[in-house]
């Protein structure tokens, strides 16, 4: 691939319209997966997806231009496949397995196409949503949160001058390597980039892929972003979102169906994808009350993806669990892929380091970390600007019903207020009731199989 002067191209952006998002592919791979068991089991489901800003204090309908940014969104839903990625999909190894997707599923594929958005203003903020079939809705999350990073960040480098984003990015390379230095340090780490969502750019991003990928080597195992993993020769790597466990609880019509509704939908993935793809992603309402209630089959799954519990309290907790269940940790794997930067997992895996497989996926500050990089030091507008912002785009809502995400960290808890204070009151006792929501008694509990490691015929 060849190497793109970034200061350069930036400068030089003087064309009406430079799209951010120039592929259906430039997207996270656990979409993809996702998408074929959605379009295999749940493909009638409506869902709404929409933005949430939690940093309060950036306005972004005051720092994006409405235009510009419904340009960017209305190309990307111009985009089709390519036959080149057709192919790609269809004939690539994807975890050690070719065919991963069907070829039914993939020829639904070609005639995708991004649904429509509904856009507007409140308190400074853009209001974004999508609504629609699950199948589509779902393929907006990350393009749609990729065009709002990028719009902002090129909106903070308007004013910067051609020396001044040289300077810009020679530092942001300089603390990059910097990193990069400290992680061939730690002997048989496994490090992937988690960083599309939340990127500074598409080019950035790039870089920092190439950085990892000759910097650390084959410690480097590879990004979730599909259309980098393609032109780079790299694995594409991803499991599933919380998206998942969200909308069958939002259509959970007993309390019997909402408690089991984290261990259903696992069952679900484990007829589609086996091995290494069975990690378990535990927090959507609380790992504590996953846990406590999990089937004992869900121990014989390949690990665990804590994602917004400490690193190194939620891999103690799974650690304690599956010692409890006569599982040896040392067989195990824990994915960290919370707010990870180079100190953190530094931390984690000295902590854990023998204990059990551990693998790093790294976002944020991996793809986005312009802190301190900036010349422009007096020039508020640029140095905020550049500042990344915890910015989610999540299911609000399922067949008309609320949706709601708990996490360990109750500060990003997704939903309607009272349906939260639901949520917490439900999975905190942890018994699930007798009553459904149309106050039918509900049908006997299901008791969960053996997940089966073979997708449908």
């Given amino acids: 691939m060849s190497r793109v002067n970034i200061a350069e191209r930036v400068y030089n952006n003087r064309w009406k319209l430079d799209p951010i998002i120039r592929s259906l592919l430039d997207t996270d791979f656990y979409k993809f997966l996702m998408l074929q068991m959605i379009w295999g089991l749940y493909r009638d489901t409506q869902v709404t997806f929409s933005l949430i800003n939690r940093t309060k204090t950036v306005a972004l309908a005051r720092e994006i231009d409405e235009a510009e940014l419904r340009a960017q969104l209305d190309y990307a839903r111009s985009l089709r496949f390519s036959k080149k990625e057709m192919i790609w999909l269809a004939g690539n190894t994807f975890y050690g397995r070719r065919h991963i997707f069907s070829s039914e599923f993939l020829r639904w594929l070609e005639d995708f196409q991004l649904p429509e958005y509904e856009l507007t203003k409140a308190a400074g903020q853009y209001e974004l ?5 699950w199948t589509h809705t779902t393929m907006w999350e990350i393009p749609a949160l990729a065009i709002i990073n990028e719009l902002r960040a090129r909106r903070a480098m308007q004013p910067m001058g051609r020396f001044a984003l040289d300077v810009l990015y020679a530092r942001a390379k300089a603390k990059m390597w910097d990193k990069v230095e ?27 892929v190439e ?14 972003n599909v259309l980098m993993a393609m032109e780079s020769d790299l694995e594409a790597l991803g499991t599933n979102a919380h998206e998942l466990p969200m909308v069958i609880a939002a259509l959970a019509e007993t309390e019997a169906e909402l408690a089991e509704a984290p261990y259903k939908i696992m069952q679900d993935w484990s007829r589609y994808y086996g091995d290494n793809l069975l990690i378990a992603l535990p927090d959507a309402f609380g790992t504590e009350a996953f846990l406590r209630h999990a089937p004992d089959w869900v121990a014989d799954w390949t690990g665990f993806r804590p994602d917004s519990a400490p690193p190194i309290a939620g891999g103690e907790q799974i650690i304690a669990w599956w010692q409890q269940k006569g599982r040896d940790p040392r067989k195990k794997l824990l994915v960290f892929s919370d707010a990870l930067d180079v100190e953190t997992i530094e931390k984690t895996y000295r902590h854990f380091h023998g204990r059990v497989r551990m693998s790093f996926g790294w976002g944020t ?60 009151r439900f999975f905190s006792e942890g018994k699930p009731g007798s009553q459904s929501r149309s106050g039918k008694k509900p049908a006997a509990k299901r008791r969960p199989g053996k997940p089966v490691k073979r997708p449908p015929a």
């Fill in 211 to 224: 950085a990892l990928k000759e910097g650390i080597g084959f410690a480097f195992s590879g990004t979730s």
């Fill in 129 to 133: 949503r999508f609504y629609g079939p």
């Fill in 365 to 424: 500050n991996l793809t986005n970390d312009f802190g301190g990089c900036s010349p422009e030091t007096q020039d508020k507008t640029v140095t905020r600007g550049l500042e990344a912002i915890s910015l989610v785009c999540k299911v609000t809502e399922a067949n008309g019903r609320p949706a709601v995400k708990l996490s360990d960290n109750l500060q990003k808890a997704v939903g309607e207020k009272k349906e939260i204070a639901r949520y917490i």
């Fill in 182 to 208: 400290r992680l061939r340090r730690l002997p048989d780490i496994r490090i992937c980039d988690f960083g599309t969502r939340r990127r500074h750019s598409f080019l950035w991003q790039r870089w920092c």
